[in-house]
């Protein structure tokens, strides 16, 4: 679904609360996006407005937005990846020199996790916010 179809009011309402779309700050939308993207192995998409979007490919886009003139607030943002992708996600974070870590504190440099049965990994984006991939939910009590 293209970025501009997602906020156009759907033919019927959704009968759950589901996310649509995050604005992510960043200094330089263009990297960032772009960055997000190579290791998910997603696209940018169009600019939409001041937004460059990338499509998680469920409903959900993460919208680029440039703060110049402000102090970025790091964030968390987790992603729930394909078990047969991980491991080319965690190439390409080799390759582009990133560390990834098995932990949200970033302690155990060069290292995976293997909670609930899958696997997952952590790294800063060039805005320094931290990023998660994992194959397997949380499970919650």
């Known amino acids: 679904m293209a970025h501009r179809e997602q ?16 604005a992510v700050y ?4 263009r990297l960032s996006a ?4 190579a290791v998910l192995g997603l696209e940018v998409g169009a600019p939409f407005g001041p937004f460059l ?16 003139e402000e102090p970025i607030r790091p964030q968390h943002y987790a992603f729930l990846v394909p078990e047969e992708r991980f491991d080319a996600m965690i190439d390409r974070l080799e390759a582009v020199g990133v560390t990834y870590y098995a932990d949200p504190r970033h302690t155990e440099p060069g290292r ?10 952590y790294f800063e984006d060039p805005d ?14």
């Open 7 to 22: 906020h156009r009011p759907a033919s019927a309402p959704p009968d759950t609360v589901q996310l649509n779309h995050t």
């Open 26 to 29: 960043a200094r330089d939308r």
């Open 34 to 37: 772009a960055f997000l993207a």
């Open 53 to 68: 979007p990338v499509d998680l490919g469920n409903g959900v886009t993460l919208d680029y937005y440039e703060l110049r």
């Open 112 to 121: 995976i996790n293997r909670l609930f049965g899958g696997r997952g990994a």
């Open 128 to 141: 320094g916010h931290n990023m998660e991939i994992m194959t397997r939910p949380y499970v919650r009590p």
